[in-house]
Structures are given as C-alpha cells and as structure tokens.
C-alpha cells in the first residue's frame, strides 16, 4: 500500500458518516461498486485544509452491471440506501450504460468509468471490502488529491465543461489552498 493510500484510508476511517455510508453501499452486495468522487476528494481536501466533514452535495455510488442497465434498478437502490441514511442525497448510476451519455467508448468496469470523469482529482473511488478494509480507484493516483491541483482529464477533453463545474463548484472558497490548473 503506499503512503497516500495509506493516508487516504486513514482520512476515511476517522470519519464516521463515511464509513457508515460505505458500510450501508456495501450491504446492497452490488457488482463492482465504489463510491467516488467528493466523498474521497473532499476527505482528503477537508483533512488538508483542517476542516470539518464539508457538506456533501450528493453521494455518487457507482458500479458496473451489464446485464440490467435498467434506471428502476438504479431507483431501486437509491430508496434502499435512503432508508438506511435519510439524511443523504444518495446518486446511484450503473456504468455499464453511462458511457452513452458522455459520448465515450463502453466502459470495461466501474474503474474505468471513474477515469474518465471531468477532473483528475474527480477521478477517485473507495469500496469497503468484507474484512473492514478499503480498497481505492485512482486511475492518476492520489498525487492530485493531496497536492491540491485541479487539473482537466486528459481522457475527458472538454475545457468548456470543465470550466465551467470549476466556476460552478466554487471550490477554491471552500479549500482556498486549490491550485486550478486552467484548460488548454
């Protein structure tokens, strides 16, 4: 395991709300599964920054299912999880159909969905794993996170989009330490 690994699991062990909100993923037993994005972004942003848990906008629980693509399963899991912890906005999408909507070549597995989102520090996932431990997706590494660079995904070539959730995320008010890197 190396060290940003290490840190980064650290980082989500010491939050309860996390761990409780991987445990209640964990329970729905779903294919290839990670929650992904802000919830291990904003960890690791939050700890550097030496904040509290930041309110989380949604939970983005993803995994890979080819054999039902159906949005009532999706809808499904979401009532599920709203059941176990109300108090969250629980986004639940299968990412053996998601690359129709981002105009990509069919994903392989829910890692490489996660690879292909707008930010490389976006592009992160955690699962917790039968024996308590967790397992990460981070298709750039850690580096990004814990250096505290936004950069556009070189896999995901859309500066305009790109620009514009940096404008609308508003994220250097929050983690002032940010360095955007700007889209060439």
Not at 1 to 28: H, K, N, Q, W, Y
């Given at each position: 395991?190396?060290?940003?690994?290490?840190?980064?699991?650290?980082?989500?062990?010491?939050?309860?709300?996390r761990?409780?909100?991987?445990?209640a993923v964990r329970?729905?037993?779903?294919p290839?599964w990670?929650?992904?994005?802000?919830?291990?972004?904003?960890?690791?942003?939050?700890?550097?920054?030496?904040?509290?848990?930041?309110?989380?906008?949604?939970?983005?629980?993803?995994?890979?299912?080819?054999?039902?693509?159906?949005?009532?399963t999706?809808?499904?899991?979401?009532?599920?999880?709203?059941q176990?912890?109300?108090?969250?906005?629980?986004?639940?999408?299968?990412?053996?159909r998601?690359?129709?909507?981002?105009q990509h070549?069919?994903?392989?597995?829910?890692?490489?969905?996660?690879?292909?989102?707008?930010?490389?520090?976006?592009?992160?996932?955690?699962?917790?794993?039968?024996?308590?431990?967790?397992?990460?997706?981070?298709?750039?590494?850690?580096?990004?996170?814990?250096?505290?660079?936004?950069?556009?995904?070189?896999?995901?070539?859309?500066?305009?989009?790109?620009?514009?959730?940096?404008?609308?995320?508003?994220?250097?008010?929050?983690?002032?330490?940010?360095?955007?890197?700007?889209?060439?």
């Amino acid at each position: 395991m190396t060290d940003l690994v290490f840190e980064t699991a650290a980082v989500i062990e010491r939050d309860s709300i996390r761990m409780a909100c991987l445990r209640a993923v964990r329970e729905l037993n779903l294919p290839d599964w990670f929650i992904a994005a802000g919830f291990v972004r904003n960890a690791i942003w939050d700890h550097l920054h030496d904040l509290p848990m930041t309110p989380l906008n949604d939970i983005d629980v993803v995994y890979f299912d080819p054999h039902d693509c159906s949005l009532a399963t999706e809808a499904h899991y979401v009532a599920l999880l709203q059941q176990q912890l109300p108090h969250f906005n629980w986004e639940v999408k299968n990412q053996a159909r998601m690359h129709i909507k981002h105009q990509h070549q069919a994903y392989q597995n829910s890692a490489d969905a996660i690879s292909r989102w707008v930010e490389i520090p976006t592009c992160v996932g955690v699962r917790l794993i039968a024996d308590n431990s967790l397992i990460f997706t981070a298709a750039y590494g850690l580096e990004h996170n814990w250096s505290l660079h936004v950069s556009i995904n070189p896999h995901y070539p859309r500066p305009a989009i790109y620009q514009q959730r940096i404008q609308d995320k508003n994220w250097q008010v929050l983690w002032p330490n940010l360095m955007i890197m700007t889209a060439d």
